[in-house]
C-alpha cells in the first residue's frame, strides 16, 4: 500500500529538515500571538493567494506543455 511513497533519498532528508519546521513553527506561534485578527487573516489570504497562482500556473504549464523540460 505505501510502496514507492517514500525513496531512501528523502527518508534521509526527513531528520535535516525537521528541526527547520519546528523553528518554523515556534516562529509563526510567537508572531501570531502578538499580532492581530486582521494581521492573520491577511497574511493568510497573502500565502493562499501565493499557493493558489502557483499551482495554477503549475497546472497550465503542465496542460499545455510550456515549460523547458
Known sequence: MLVGLFDFHALQLS???LPIMLAGTRIGEAAF?????ALHRRVSMVG????????AFKGIDE???LGAG
Open 33 to 37: 500571538h502578538r499580532g492581530s485578527d
Open 15 to 17: 531528520p535535516l529538515a
Open 63 to 65: 496542460l499545455f506543455g
Open 48 to 55: 493562499l493567494g501565493i499557493i493558489a497562482m502557483v499551482s
